[in-house]
C-alpha cells in the first residue's frame, strides 16, 4: 500500500488523504479514506469515478461529535426517547433515593437535580465504556471545597461591582432578617443586598447567612453591630492605601416596622431606613381582618374579630372562606379546579386577597 496526493477540495479538510487497497490494478485505482474526527475515524473507499460523493454525504456519529465539543447535550445531535422500561427504572431509582437518603420528593423538580442528571446522561453518552457512579461522583469534602472556592471568587466579583457602584455616586438597598432555630435554640442572621448598576441591571444577592453572634441579644444596637460586621467588606474599599467607606446616605435599610430595627441605636442611626410597606400593609390587614388573642386578667382570650361588630358580613364571609377551601382540599376536590383555590397565608401581605 502506498499514499497518493489528490488535488485538493472542499472534503478533504475533515478527511486523511487516501491509501491505496491494491497497487497492481493500474486502471482500477482504488483507495480508503478516514474521517479525522475523534472517536469517528469512518472509513470509505474512493476511487477516481466516484470522486468524493460518498464523503461529502458523510455525518460524524453522535459519539464523535459529543466528544469532539466536550459539554455539548446528547440532545444536540440527535434527542432520544427513553422506553417506558427505563422511565420506569429512573422512577424507581428516585423513590430509592428519596427513601434512603431522607429527600424531599420535590428534589427530582430542581433545576440543579435536573443538570446533574443531563450532565451524567452526557458522559455516558460520549464514553464507548460502561461507567460505575462511584469512579466519577467526588465526595463530599471535594465538593465542599469546591463550593467554598466558587463563594469567595463570586464574593470577591460582587464587592468589585458594589464598589464601583459606590465610587459612581450610586445607591444600594440592604435587608437583615433573624430567625431562631427551633430545635438547637440558634439564632442566624442573612443580608440581601439589591442594587441598579449604570447598565440598570438589577443585582439580588444574599450577602452573608451565618449564626448571629450576639446569641439571643437581639436589640437594636446588637442588629447594627452584626450588620455593619457582614457588609462591611462590601461598602469599604482601599484607596491609595486609605479605607474609603460608602456615604451613609448611599446604604439604603430596607426593613419591617418591628421596634429592634426601628430604635435609636439601631442602624436608621447611621443610615437610611426605608419601611417595608408590604409589612405596613400586613400590620394593618392582620390588624384588621384577622382574628386577635387578647388577655383579660391574665387570662388569654380565644381569638375574635376585633371589629367585627362593624361589619359582620365581612368577617362571615372570610370565615365561610376558609372554610370552603379546607373542605375542597381535604376531599381533593381543589385539584379538578382550573383555578385553583388558595388559603389564607398569614405571613403574606396579600394572602387574604388572594384567598378572597
Known sequence: MGQVVVKAT??????????????????????????????????????????????STHTCSP???????????????????????AKASMTNSLVNMCAYDIRPFAVVEGLG??????????????????????????????????????????????????????????????????????????AYSANTMHLIDVNFIMHARVMSCDEFNEGTNHTAAAIHREFLNNVHPFITWKEENMTVQAANWQVVIKSDAVGNNRGAEGMSSQFELDLCYCHRISIVINYVLRKQTRQVDGVEQAPVYLFYDE??????????????????????????????????????????????
Open 113 to 186: 437535580f435536573h443538570d446533574v442528571i443531563q450532565i451524567a446522561l452526557d458522559i455516558g453518552f460520549a464514553s464507548k465504556t460502561p461507567l460505575l457512579a462511584d469512579d466519577l461522583l467526588q465526595s463530599q469534602q471535594t465538593i465542599k471545597r469546591r463550593t467554598m472556592d466558587r463563594s469567595e471568587k463570586g464574593i470577591v466579583k460582587l464587592q468589585g461591582i458594589v464598589h464601583n457602584h459606590f465610587q459612581d455616586n450610586g445607591r444600594a438597598s440592604f435587608s437583615t432578617d433573624i430567625w431562631t432555630d427551633d430545635t438547637t435554640q440558634t
Open 311 to 356: 361589619s359582620p358580613f365581612v368577617y362571615d364571609t372570610i370565615d365561610a372562606s376558609k372554610e370552603l377551601v379546607t373542605y375542597m382540599k381535604q376531599m381533593k376536590l381543589n385539584k379538578q379546579l382550573k383555578n385553583k383555590m388558595k388559603q389564607d397565608v398569614a405571613t403574606c401581605f396579600d394572602g387574604l386577597l388572594i384567598m378572597l
Open 63 to 85: 459519539v464523535a461529535i459529543a466528544a469532539s465539543f466536550g459539554n455539548l447535550h446528547a440532545w444536540a445531535t440527535k434527542k432520544g426517547v427513553p422506553t417506558n422500561h
Open 10 to 55: 472542499g472534503q478533504w479538510v475533515c478527511f486523511d488523504v487516501p491509501v491505496e487497497l491494491d497497487g497492481k490494478a493500474r486502471t482500477k485505482r482504488m483507495y480508503v479514506v478516514t474521517c479525522m474526527k475523534p472517536t469517528c475515524f469512518t472509513i470509505y473507499v474512493y476511487n477516481s469515478r466516484d470522486g468524493t460523493s460518498s464523503m
